[in-house]
Protein backbone atom coordinates (compact mmCIF):
# COMPACT_ATOMS: atom_id res chain seq x y z
CA UNK A 1 0.00 0.00 0.00
CA UNK A 2 1.07 3.31 -1.29
CA UNK A 3 1.91 6.28 1.81
CA UNK A 4 3.02 9.52 1.76
CA UNK A 5 2.87 10.95 5.17
CA UNK A 6 3.69 14.71 5.43
CA UNK A 7 4.51 16.30 8.67
CA UNK A 8 5.99 19.73 10.34
CA UNK A 9 3.39 22.09 9.62
CA UNK A 10 1.84 24.49 12.21
CA UNK A 11 1.69 28.11 12.63
CA UNK A 12 4.55 30.00 12.24
CA UNK A 13 5.58 33.93 12.82
CA UNK A 14 6.51 36.20 9.80
CA UNK A 15 10.08 35.58 9.08
CA UNK A 16 10.06 32.29 10.80
CA UNK A 17 11.11 28.84 9.36
CA UNK A 18 9.14 25.09 9.18
CA UNK A 19 10.83 21.91 8.26
CA UNK A 20 8.35 19.84 6.62
CA UNK A 21 9.11 15.41 6.40
CA UNK A 22 6.95 13.27 3.45
CA UNK A 23 7.88 9.70 5.14
CA UNK A 24 7.00 7.23 2.14
CA UNK A 25 6.69 3.55 1.79
CA UNK A 26 4.51 0.85 -0.24
CA UNK A 27 6.91 2.14 -3.41
CA UNK A 28 10.50 2.23 -4.67
CA UNK A 29 10.96 5.43 -3.48
CA UNK A 30 14.77 5.43 -4.52
CA UNK A 31 13.61 5.82 -8.46
CA UNK A 32 10.59 8.55 -8.27
CA UNK A 33 11.53 12.19 -8.63
CA UNK A 34 9.91 13.84 -5.59
CA UNK A 35 7.55 17.28 -5.45
CA UNK A 36 6.41 19.87 -3.33
CA UNK A 37 3.14 21.37 -3.77
CA UNK A 38 0.66 23.86 -2.08
CA UNK A 39 -2.61 25.22 -2.04
CA UNK A 40 -3.91 28.08 -0.84
CA UNK A 41 -8.04 28.61 -0.01
CA UNK A 42 -9.46 29.33 -3.37
CA UNK A 43 -6.13 29.11 -5.42
CA UNK A 44 -4.91 25.92 -7.71
CA UNK A 45 -2.59 24.03 -6.69
CA UNK A 46 1.36 25.10 -7.66
CA UNK A 47 4.29 23.36 -7.68
CA UNK A 48 6.13 24.55 -4.70
CA UNK A 49 9.79 22.50 -5.37
CA UNK A 50 11.13 19.17 -6.81
CA UNK A 51 13.78 16.87 -6.77
CA UNK A 52 15.45 13.97 -9.19
CA UNK A 53 15.35 10.57 -8.09
CA UNK A 54 19.20 10.93 -6.95
CA UNK A 55 18.81 14.72 -5.63
CA UNK A 56 20.72 15.81 -7.62
CA UNK A 57 18.96 17.81 -9.62
CA UNK A 58 16.45 20.79 -8.03
CA UNK A 59 13.90 22.99 -9.07
CA UNK A 60 11.81 26.00 -7.36
CA UNK A 61 9.05 28.29 -8.15
CA UNK A 62 10.19 31.54 -8.45
CA UNK A 63 7.99 32.82 -5.05
CA UNK A 64 10.52 30.51 -3.28
CA UNK A 65 14.19 30.81 -4.54
CA UNK A 66 16.29 31.45 -2.37
CA UNK A 67 14.31 30.74 0.74
CA UNK A 68 12.96 27.22 0.48
CA UNK A 69 15.01 24.05 -0.10
CA UNK A 70 13.97 20.46 -0.99
CA UNK A 71 15.95 17.85 -0.27
CA UNK A 72 15.50 13.72 0.13
CA UNK A 73 17.27 11.18 2.31
CA UNK A 74 16.66 8.03 0.07
CA UNK A 75 18.13 6.32 2.73
CA UNK A 76 15.19 6.47 5.26
CA UNK A 77 12.39 7.02 2.49
CA UNK A 78 12.03 10.61 2.92
CA UNK A 79 11.33 14.43 1.42
CA UNK A 80 11.86 17.50 3.26
CA UNK A 81 11.14 20.89 2.88
CA UNK A 82 13.07 23.53 4.55
CA UNK A 83 11.09 26.84 4.47
CA UNK A 84 12.79 29.95 5.80
CA UNK A 85 12.25 33.34 5.84
CA UNK A 86 8.71 32.16 5.50
CA UNK A 87 5.64 35.13 4.56
CA UNK A 88 1.87 35.29 4.81
CA UNK A 89 1.24 34.52 1.09
CA UNK A 90 3.19 30.77 2.02
CA UNK A 91 0.19 30.12 3.77
CA UNK A 92 -1.71 26.88 2.65
CA UNK A 93 -1.76 22.97 2.54
CA UNK A 94 1.55 21.52 1.69
CA UNK A 95 0.85 18.00 -0.09
CA UNK A 96 4.07 15.79 -1.04
CA UNK A 97 4.21 14.41 -4.51
CA UNK A 98 5.66 11.50 -6.11
CA UNK A 99 6.07 10.97 -9.67
CA UNK A 100 7.78 8.47 -12.42
CA UNK A 101 4.45 6.94 -14.75
CA UNK A 102 2.30 7.49 -11.65
CA UNK A 103 1.76 9.86 -9.28
CA UNK A 104 0.81 9.46 -5.64
CA UNK A 105 -0.20 12.12 -3.29
CA UNK A 106 0.15 12.81 0.45
CA UNK A 107 -2.58 13.87 2.90
CA UNK A 108 -1.08 17.66 3.35
CA UNK A 109 -0.32 19.28 6.46
CA UNK A 110 -1.40 23.04 7.02
CA UNK A 111 0.86 25.72 7.31
CA UNK A 112 -0.25 29.10 8.25
CA UNK A 113 1.90 32.17 8.69
CA UNK A 114 0.57 35.04 10.87
CA UNK A 115 1.60 37.19 13.24
Known amino acids: QVQLVESGGGLVQPGGSLRLSCAASGFTFSIYAMSWYRQAPGKERELVAA????????TYADSVKGRFTISRDNARNTVYLQMDNLKPEDTAVYYC????????WGQGTQVTVSS
Open 51 to 58: TSSTGGVT
Open 97 to 104: SARLIVTY
